[in-house]
């Protein structure tokens, strides 16, 4: 892990990509943490273009979802009504035009038209686990020593994804990183005899609904009940929603802003504590970690 004291990382690289809302303020809910020490302590992180890369040296890396539906060992049809679905509602999930409501009421429309994509073309594990074995997702740099550290120090990571949540946990699976700290919080499919989907979990997850609040009554939501301070790591502003369902007297927002860095970073600090631009790993989390543990 890179050298860490009094909050400031010197390594210039990585101290170029940071930007605070409020100094003062994260400072004060580092000292929290520290004080609850890791027993009072969960972390809460979204999982496309957080724990995964947004881009590599030469191009824009695919979302866990985008992966599946762009290998060849899947069905054209699935293929070609995926980008499709992903091309009309991409741009609205990213938009800042329209209200939290209609847009969860667009998600709601996209994720129920792809599901019902997977259902037609008989989507399953094995298929699944064929296509990650060509492309596995390409976690941040760091992310494996911070799924590992969180294990070591028994801190519970509750990961949200509003994809299918049997490709992150295959991936992880493959990875040797599903530890028993983990929650999943995704769409999971639900299959029939012949091991094909036939139908997902609910209730449906997307953007604009992942919260505690969906996991408070299951075994994973009375864990996290139990502990008061919270990281939460995202990459878009309602991210920080995923704190929402379960009281807390700490949380340290954190956000990764992969581009558009100068036109983005004044509505990211109005919701995040740290912001980490221009696609950074996770070193500077891994040092978070390192000091309040």
């Given at each position: 892990m890179i050298a860490y004291y009094?909050?400031?990382f010197y390594n210039k690289p990585i101290m170029e990509k940071l930007h605070y809302a409020n100094k003062k303020e994260y400072q004060a809910k580092l000292k929290t943490?520290?004080?609850g020490g890791a027993k009072?302590?969960?972390v809460v992180a979204d999982f496309d273009y957080t724990l995964t890369k947004q881009f590599s040296k030469v191009n824009k890396i695919n979302t866990a979802p985008g992966i599946i539906q762009e290998s060849f060992l899947v069905p054209e049809g699935y293929r070609l009504g995926k980008r499709e679905i992903y091309e009309q509602y991409r741009p609205l999930e990213l938009s800042q035009s329209i209200t939290g409501q209609a847009k969860a009421k667009l998600m709601v429309e996209w994720w129920g038209r792809a599901q019902k994509l997977a259902i037609k073309y008989n989507i399953n594990r094995r298929l699944i686990?064929?296509?990650l074995l060509q492309n596995n997702l390409e976690l941040r740099d760091g992310c494996g020593e911070f799924i590992k550290f969180l294990e070591k120090n028994?801190?519970?990571l509750l990961i949200f994804s509003a994809g299918m949540g049997d490709v992150i946990d295959i991936a992880l699976t493959e990875m040797g990183l599903l530890s028993n700290n983990i929650f999943l919080a995704a769409n999971f499919m639900e299959l029939n005899k012949?091991?094909?989907v036939a139908g997902?979990?609910?209730?449906?997850i997307h953007s604009q609904n992942k919260s505690e609040a969906l996991v408070r009554n299951l075994p994973a939501g009375r864990e996290l009940d139990k502990r008061d301070n919270l990281?939460?790591?995202?990459d878009i502003p309602e991210d920080v929603g995923m704190s929402e369902g379960i009281e807390h007297e700490c949380i340290l927002k954190i956000g990764f802003l992969n581009e558009e860095i100068e036109q983005r970073l004044p509505e990211y600090k109005k919701h995040f504590d740290l912001i980490i631009a221009s696609d950074g790993s996770m070193e500077v989390v891994n040092g978070i970690l390192q000091k309040v543990l």
């Open positions: 009094l909050d400031l943490i520290q004080q009072n302590l969960h686990k064929k296509v028994k801190v519970p012949k091991g094909n997902f979990s609910r209730p449906l990281i939460l790591l995202g």
